[in-house]
């Protein structure tokens, strides 16, 4: 049976409205936050306050995407909150707070697996977030435009647009077979350094503690994590490599060079109802030792994002060869 991971990503294009817009310098968690309760707003049926005790829990879109809970059964990740969500929301880098009305602010959803069927819905979210209105005072925008881009080459292609409001059929996800993550370790090795950059936030716990400098063998540890649980929980398939084998190599290599520095962030939980500390690292490390057989998990990794707060755009990085 094939095995693939099936990835999109799309460029959402909002414009101010007429009183501007308010929002945090990081615009993640925002947009999150904001796109949960839209979305629950136009997909819930029976309006309960608990999704694990609603009888429509295993059809309802929501529960899906927001609440993803293992299937009947399933011993793997009974603690719902260790389950990854089947999106990445990737907010714009810039720090900017504060837009114009009619100014644009874009950024980028990336939906993962069976997620990848759900584009009416989320465009019908953010065209009701926007009318619900998001950030400081709660200021509205209009959906202008989504294109889809392609992963493998950059093109784009639009989906939607404010001015017809039709949804135009698109083809541009991409398939990537678990194969291509098995480069054996005895093939030639060619790659013997590469760079990350760590773009925005990226957290990786390692023996229960946040860690201050990312040694390889950390970063596949936790990537090995994400990308089990997004294969089982959203594929429908288990990933198949040699977690152990691959991580003993990867404490093999070293970290050579290391640019990055922490960043505290904080942010409201809802579901907590209180502020949580998100601080994690940004800038730029290098590794030195024999790298291609990570470099298929890398690759994928810039695309799903690594870590905790994977799901507001935290942990994405850059490979850079």
């Not at 009888?55 to 793997?76: D, K, M, N």
């Not at 009416?120 to 889809?148: D, T």
């Not at 398939?175 to 030639?188: F, H, W």
């Not at 089990?228 to 152990?244: K, N, P, Q, V």
């Amino acid at each position: 049976m094939s095995r693939y991971f099936t990835i999109a990503k799309y460029r959402l294009t909002l414009e101010a409205g007429e009183k501007g817009l308010l929002l945090p310098p990081y615009k993640g968690s925002t947009l999150r936050g904001g796109f949960g309760n839209a979305f629950r707003r136009i997909s819930c049926a029976l309006k309960e306050a608990n999704c694990n005790n609603c009888l429509l829990r295993t059809s309802c879109p929501y529960a899906y995407i927001f609440e993803t809970a293992p299937p009947p059964g399933s011993a793997a990740l009974r603690n719902y909150e260790s389950i990854p969500r089947p999106f990445v929301l990737e907010p714009p880098l810039e720090t900017k707070t504060e837009y114009r009305p009619g100014e644009k602010l874009a950024f980028n959803l990336v939906p993962i697996g069976r997620a990848t069927n759900y584009l009416p819905y989320f465009i019908v979210a953010f065209r009701e977030l926007g009318e619900l209105g998001i950030g400081k005072m709660r200021r509205k925008y209009r959906l202008a435009e989504i294109q889809a881009i392609g992963l493998n080459n950059g093109e784009s292609q639009l989906v939607y647009r404010a001015e017809d409001q039709l949804v135009r059929n698109t083809n541009l996800a991409i398939q990537i077979d678990q194969a291509e993550l098995l480069r054996q370790k005895d093939e030639d090795k060619t790659l013997t350094r590469l760079g990350l950059d760590f773009l925005t936030i990226t957290r990786i716990k390692f023996e229960e503690n946040y860690v201050h400098h990312i040694e390889l063998h950390m970063l596949i540890r936790s990537l090995l994590r994400r990308l089990s649980s997004l294969a089982y929980f959203h594929h429908g398939w288990e990933l198949e490599l040699d977690f152990t084998g691959l991580i003993e190599r990867a404490a093999e290599v070293r970290l050579v060079k290391d640019g990055t520095r922490w960043v505290d962030w904080e942010r409201y939980s809802s579901r907590q109802d209180n502020k949580v500390n998100m601080g994690g690292l940004v800038g730029r490390v290098e590794y030195e030792g024999y790298l291609d057989e990570f470099l298929p998990l890398l690759r994928l990794g810039e695309l799903v994002h690594v870590g905790k707060g994977a799901v507001f755009g935290m942990g994405k990085y850059k490979v850079c060869i």
